[in-house]
């Protein structure tokens, strides 16, 4: 019976985590001004290619989304639309 306890308690210790993180970028998404829709519309305007993975964050305080493109040279770039005014950075 304690096995089955532990077992128990250590998934749900293990899975914690995972769900801390959906919440926190569930609620950056809920005070951006920016939809992730248009947040990849800008960083394709800023790198032309194709988006391959976004997300939302954290960078130097302000949130963004960070958008990964593999740009017309088949190379990977990363562009960070900020998430209140949609003005785009690329990670060189």
Do not use: C
């Amino acid at each position: 019976m304690k096995k089955v306890m532990a077992i128990a308690l250590m998934s749900a210790l293990l899975t914690s985590p995972a769900w801390a993180l959906f919440e926190t970028n569930k609620q950056l998404a809920a005070t951006a001004s920016v939809t992730l829709e248009d947040a990849v519309r800008h960083a394709l305007k800023a790198v032309p290619g194709k988006a391959v993975e976004a997300e939302i964050g954290k960078e130097d305080g302000r949130t963004v989304y960070e958008v990964e493109i593999i740009d017309i040279n088949n190379k990977t770039q990363k562009v960070y639309v900020d998430a209140q005014s949609g003005q785009t950075k690329i990670d060189r």
